[in-house]
């Protein structure tokens, strides 16, 4: 999974780098928050090539997160999430999923409207992935 993440990294970043070279990149609002920019998604790349090491109340929430998503859709669809990073202000989260518009929506949407109970940090980065691990989907964090 490394190295279809390193190499889906550094297509979105030679892609940015030469579509935005010398522009400032604009802001675009999607799925609920905004699309992170390609230097976004690189940094996120570099937090989640170290590792995480879950705690038991990160363990608590990811199933919390993961039963609440599922229920969504009927627990119809397979859906995993893992986290890249977390602070006591920011996540970051890889979202394996089906490969469809509406159904990325839905989760952005839901994680980026919702807290646990304050246990999910307000700052969120969102990076869905094809349920095949080869696609990156979309890349979105809360509005600034």
Do not use: W
Request: hydrophobic letters at 40%; charged letters at 30%.
């Amino acid at each position: 999974m490394k190295k279809v993440i390193i190499k889906s990294a550094l297509i979105i970043f030679t892609g940015m780098t030469i579509i935005g070279c010398g522009q400032k990149q604009e802001v675009k609002e999607k799925y609920c928050g905004v699309e992170m920019s390609g230097f976004d998604v690189m940094d996120a790349k570099s937090a989640g090539n170290k590792g995480y090491d879950y705690t038991e109340d990160d363990k608590k929430l990811l199933v919390d997160i993961t039963e609440a998503v599922h229920l969504l859709f009927n627990d119809e669809l397979e859906i995993e999430f893992f986290f890249f990073m977390k602070t006591s202000d920011k996540i970051g989260m890889y979202i394996i999923a089906p490969e469809d518009q509406k159904i990325v929506e839905a989760i952005s949407c839901y994680l980026l409207k919702n807290n646990f109970d304050g246990r999910l940090p307000e700052n969120k980065n969102l990076i869905f992935y094809t349920d095949k691990h080869e696609t990156l989907v979309a890349a979105i964090k809360n509005k600034e």
